[in-house]
C-alpha cells in the first residue's frame, strides 16, 4: 500500500516517496520540503467573482440576432404543427 502526503505548495495529495508535485511542480529545490507547513486559505468564492467579473449588468451569452431567429423557428414550428 502505498503512502500519500500533502504537497506544501498547493495541497494536492501525492505520494510520500515523490520528490516534486506533478499537480503544480513544486520541489525541494524551489521552496518546498517536507519540514514546511501547509495552511489552507480561506477563499470566498462570491467576493472574488463580484470583485473581478461583475459589471453591474447581467449580460446573456446570446445575441440579440440569435433571439430573433429562435423565435422565428419556433414559431414556423409551432404554426406547422397546429395546422398540418
Given at each position: ?52 467579473f461583475d459589471n ?19 414559431s414556423i414550428f ?5 395546422f398540418f
Amino acid at each position: 500500500m502505498e503512502d500519500f502526503t500533502v504537497c506544501q505548495h498547493c495541497g494536492a495529495e501525492i505520494r510520500a516517496e515523490v520528490r516534486f508535485c506533478r499537480h503544480c511542480g513544486s520541489s525541494d529545490s524551489d521552496g518546498w520540503s517536507e519540514d514546511t507547513e501547509y495552511e489552507e486559505e480561506e477563499f470566498d468564492y462570491e467576493s472574488y467573482v463580484s470583485e473581478n467579473f461583475d459589471n453591474g449588468k447581467l449580460t446573456t451569452s446570446l445575441s440579440l440576432h440569435w433571439k430573433v431567429v429562435t423565435l422565428v423557428l419556433l414559431s414556423i414550428f409551432l404554426l406547422g404543427f397546429l395546422f398540418f
